[in-house]
């Protein structure tokens, strides 16, 4: 399969622990994306890299939320003390870079 | 002001008829416009890409784009009850001279009815 892969696709994760998620792009994509989407939104941007080097991180985006791309192959994002807001589906994609992105199948984030 | 914006619908068709779906940008610099289908409980899926002015047909689906009015569109030609599902619009802002990141709407609830 030579898909966005996101693992894993379900955590639950009690409130105030830490959490990361592993997202490993197409292998020709040098941009991977980050988004988080919750129930009749659009996916909300997060980050974005191109290669290894991040180039935008929301302005919405809490410190708690950090996210790494190590050699330009595959992204973790971690989300430290979690907290009940932060329940959401959480969606990689990549692309080239003047072109749509392709999305994985998503990581759902339960905080209880 | 959303920089991204759609009605939320929910738009409903009869089999076979043809689905408009529209979406307006507020960055004048966005070079490129996707369309998303999500079904309920699935990731985005890549449908339609438009990056000039003008009409793209690709199939039954058509993508529409007016820089000048700052509006992309699409048009689903003999709507089929699989075609039920949220159509996300995307634009990839632009930084600095350069292709950004993808910032999408909230997207459209489309129900095709048999």
């Known amino acids: 399969d030579t898909g966005v892969s996101q693992n894993p696709r379900h955590k639950i994760t009690k409130r105030g622990q830490n959490v990361t998620f592993r997202c490993d792009p197409i292998s020709e994509h040098n941009r991977l994306y980050w988004y988080r989407q919750t129930l009749g939104q659009g996916p909300e941007f997060l980050t974005y890299?191109?290669?290894?080097?991040?180039?935008?991180k929301s302005r919405l985006l809490s410190d708690r939320f950090s996210a790494e791309r190590p050699k330009g192959s595959f992204s973790t994002l971690e989300i430290q003390r979690t907290e009940q807001g932060d329940s959401a589906m959480y969606l990689c994609a990549s692309s080239l870079p003047a072109r749509g992105a392709f999305f994985g199948q998503g990581t759902r984030l339960t905080v209880v | 002001q959303k920089e991204v914006e759609q009605n939320s619908g929910p738009l409903s068709v009869p089999e076979g008829a043809i689905a408009s779906l529209n979406c307006t940008y507020s960055?004048?610099?966005?070079?490129?416009f996707f369309w998303y289908r999500q079904y309920s409980g699935k990731s985005p899926e890549l449908i339609m890409s438009?990056?000039?002015?003008g009409d793209k047909e690709d199939g039954r689906f058509t993508a529409q784009l007016n820089k000048a009015s700052q509006y992309v569109s699409l048009l689903i030609r003999d709507s089929q009850p699989s075609d039920s599902a949220t159509y996300l619009c995307a634009a990839r802002r632009a930084v600095g001279g350069s292709q950004g990141n993808l910032i999408f709407g909230k997207g459209t609830k489309l129900s095709v009815k048999p």
């Open positions: 890299f191109q290669n290894e080097a991040q180039l935008e």
């Open positions: 960055d004048r610099g966005s070079q490129s």
């Open positions: 438009i990056y000039s002015n």
